[in-house]
Nanobody, 118 residues
Framework: QVQLVESGGGLVQPGGSLRLSCAASTSIFSIYVWAWYRQAPGKQRELVAS???????NYADSVKGRFTISRDNAKNTVYLQMNSLNPDDTAVYYCNAPQSSIATIFLWGQGTQVTVSS
């Protein structure tokens, strides 16, 4: 069973930055698309950013220009650089490989909590 381990979250002030990491227990090279998702309290999980194996990226409008997704196939790790954070970014962040608009290939990991507050 593939394990996804997210890390790098924490408490940050508005305007601050964090870099999230997602380590997979399998080779990520064979998976074409990887993505970061987030789930805020009382809300549905939403896709934040995605990246293909050839480096094409896509972002939710709410994070465009502030977040950057990247992947290191050699390290089996996907990253999310988050800048100019605001309280609306507070959520648990997860990574996974999208299978469709609503399904993912792997089971969810534990996620990493990001809290933006002064």
């Amino acid at each position: 069973q593939v394990q996804l381990v997210e890390s790098g979250g924490g408490l940050v002030q508005p305007g601050g930055s964090l870099r999230l990491s997602c380590a997979a227990s399998t080779s990520i090279f064979s998976i074409y698309v990887w993505a970061w998702y987030r789930q805020a309290p009382g809300k549905q999980r939403e896709l934040v950013a995605s990246i293909t194996n050839d480096g094409r990226t896509n972002y939710a409008d709410s994070v465009k220009g502030r977040f950057t997704i990247s992947r290191d196939n050699a390290k089996n790790t996907v990253y999310l650089q988050m800048n100019s954070l605001n309280p609306d970014d507070t959520a648990v962040y997860y990574c996974n490989a999208p299978q469709s608009s609503i399904a993912t290939i792997f089971l969810w990991g534990q996620g990493t909590q990001v809290t933006v507050s002064s």
